[in-house]
Structures are given as structure tokens and as C-alpha cells.
């Protein structure tokens, strides 16, 4: 993670397509959907307008409504965050806080993404917490979170898991599952309590917010929105269900674990939007869990302008060994906010 920002452009148009046939992810009708398998997300950025215009005028537009074409017309960009523990979710929003404060307000986003600890900071985007709030809470005591240590041994079970899946994801991922089933961990409720307390809003946006999990039971690959009839602190919790750290979530009769088991970014979700920010306090794969940077290729490679922002050695060192250690949550919400200013003029070419 020695790199910090990465820009590109691919000259050639976007390729349409869907997603294992859903065309309309945004719309009515795929929330909180299943993905089975490793999603060929392509659909061109006309059919994502079209599906999110659904969210601004459900019943259709009006005659003569021409705010509502003009706003469909600028629907384009998206902003992805990736997973990386509590200390991830300090510096992602330190970043976004310096960036706001350089003049690139990265909350603008038609598309917010959340993965893992990208999850909790997107859904305080997207419900409008005023970036200084978050900020002030990733300083303060970290009274509230629970204590606990994750490092290379728990890699190396994760290595081993995808060693004995063959480097297949879906075998990898329901391998990991049933580790996480039979796990002794915190009781569910604990852990559900400390994420509503990070949360500040409860209720899920209007605007457009995805957040991802992995279905303990199959492996199978799930995005929650606002229309999925399951309460924004359950989509959040699910998406940091760390396997073999806390408890899988349950949603229904299902029980869901950290979408990062999928990617850490899940980056493809923004396929088909024409400029993408992601930051992803980790930016690398491992075996069957493909990484943001390499998603971050395949969307220039399909015309996207991506900016891929990871933590420089200063942001590296602030983070610490354990991401889930919540004594460097303030240093990393420094680092982040440090560090956006070197990134502001990158990402605001990009974005603007």
C-alpha cells in the first residue's frame, strides 16, 4: 500500500450488458438481490440513468418535466469505499473530510458503494452526516467498541480456506461461511448494538446507496438497498460481519457476513458510470478475492475515469498492523485528512 492515488482513462465507449441478466440493479425490483457467482457487471450508463431515474420520479416524469431529464442527464458519478476494519473507517473519513475541505466534495456522488468499513461511512454520506460530525466521532474516545485483534494467522486461515475451495469464489466464500457459523464470537446482539451506535441515521437514504454482504449458507453474493425491506443498521452490520471475528448477521432466515469476503471493494457495482472514485484502505486481492485495483483496471478499460486512492506510508504507518485495533482510529482519521490534500488535485480532475 505504498501507492496512494491512481488515475486512467480509457479512450474506448462502455460496453452494455447486465448483471447475471438484471439489467436494472438500481430499480424496483432488485433490492437487496442475489448475485450468484462472480457478477459480469457491464451495463452501459444509459441503462443505470434509467434505473435510477426510478428513485427521482417513480411514477415516471411528468409532462414538461424537464428538471427531472436534466438531473437523469448528470447521474455519473460514483463513489465506492472499501473494506479495512475500524481504523479503515477513520481514515476514509479524515480523507473525505481534507478532500471536502480542498473544494472536492466527494459526497456529491450519484452512486455511493459500501463494503465492510466502506459500508459505515456510506451510509453516513448518503444520510447527510455533515463530514465535521464523523469526523469528531472517529477522535473521541473509542469507548463502545469491542476489543479485539486480527493479524496474520487470521490470513493464513483465510489462505487456507481458499486453498481447499481451489481458488473457486463461491466455494471459497461458502467455505468461509460455514467457518464463521461455527466461530464462538461476541453474542450477535453486542455487536449489532456497536453498530447502530457508529450509525447517527437509522433509516436508509432516498439517494441511491449499495451495500454488499456474502450469504453465510451458500456463499452467494448479495447487495442491500433501500428497497430491500431490511433495516439500514442490519445491511450495515452484515457488510462488516468480519468471518471468524464477530458474529454473522441475521436478515430473515438468512445470516450474512462482510462483503469483503467477495472484494474488498466491490468496485464493479459503479460499472457503466463515467467517472469513479474509489477508496480502499486495502487496494490488493488475495487468491478468490479480487482487489480494487484490479477492478479499478477493468473500469477504465471499459471508458470510466477511475481514481483509486490507498493509504500513503504516512496514512500506512498511522493505520497500524491490527485494523480493528480502536486505539488508532484517531491517528488514522488524521493521517486520512493529511493525506488529502497531495490527493485533492488528482481526484478533482477526475471528479469535477
Known amino acids: 500500500m505504498t501507492m496512494s492515488c491512481q488515475v486512467g482513462e480509457a479512450s474506448a465507449p462502455p460496453r452494455t450488458g447486465s448483471l447475471n441478466g438484471h439489467t436494472d440493479l438500481l430499480g424496483a425490483g432488485q433490492a437487496g438481490h442475489y448475485v450468484p457467482g462472480r457478477p459480469k457487471l457491464r451495463p452501459s450508463g444509459r441503462q443505470r440513468v434509467a434505473a435510477m431515474s426510478s428513485w427521482l420520479a417513480p411514477d415516471g416524469p411528468g409532462p414538461g418535466d424537464t428538471v427531472l431529464a ?23 473519513v479524515g480523507l473525505l473530510l481534507g478532500l471536502a475541505e480542498a473544494g472536492v466534495d466527494l459526497g456529491a456522488a450519484d452512486l455511493l458503494v459500501g463494503t465492510s468499513a466502506g459500508s459505515v461511512v456510506a451510509a453516513q454520506v448518503a444520510c447527510g452526516v455533515p463530514l ?3 469526523f469528531a466521532r472517529q477522535v473521541e474516545s473509542a469507548s463502545g467498541e469491542i476489543a479485539v485483534s486480527i493479524g496474520w494467522t487470521y490470513a493464513l486461515r483465510l489462505l487456507w480456506a481458499g486453498l481447499l475451495a481451489g481458488g473457486n469464489p463461491e466455494r471459497f466464500r ?4 460455514a467457518l464463521a457459523l461455527a466461530a464462538r464470537t461476541v453474542p450477535e446482539a453486542d455487536r449489532r448494538a456497536v453498530i447502530a451506535a457508529r450509525l447517527p441515521v437509522h433509516e436508509w437514504p432516498d439517494r441511491p446507496l449499495l ?3 456474502v450469504d453465510a449458507t451458500d456463499g452467494t453474493f448479495v447487495v442491500f438497498d433501500r428497497k430491500a425491506s431490511v433495516p439500514l443498521v442490519d445491511a450495515v452490520a452484515a457488510s462488516c460481519a468480519v468471518p471468524l471475528v464477530w458474529p454473522p448477521v441475521t436478515v430473515g432466515s438468512r445470516r450474512f457476513v462482510d462483503g469483503g469476503m467477495r472484494s474488498s471493494a466491490n468496485a464493479d457495482l459503479a460499472s457503466g458510470f463515467d467517472r469513479i472514485v474509489i477508496i480502499a484502505p486495502h487496494a490488493r486481492g488475495g487468491g478468490p478475492i479480487p482487489g480494487a485495483r484490479s477492478q479499478a483496471d477493468a473500469l477504465r478499460a471499459h471508458g470510466a475515469r477511475v481514481v483509486l486512492v490507498t493509504p500513503n506510508p504516512d496514512s500506512v504507518a498511522a493505520i497500524g498492523p491490527n485494523v480493528l485495533d480502536a486505539s488508532q482510529r484517531a491517528p488514522s482519521a488524521h493521517a486520512g485528512r493529511e493525506q488529502a490534500g497531495p490527493e485533492a488535485a488528482v481526484i478533482s480532475a477526475a471528479w469535477l
Open 211 to 213: 451495500i454488499t454482504a
Open 174 to 177: 461458502t467455505r468461509v461461511g
Open 70 to 92: 436534466s438531473v437523469v442527464q448528470m447521474l455519473r458519478r460514483a463513489l465506492v469505499l472499501g473494506g479495512g476494519g475500524v481504523t479503515g473507517v477513520a481514515w476514509e
Open 132 to 134: 465535521e460530525e464523523m
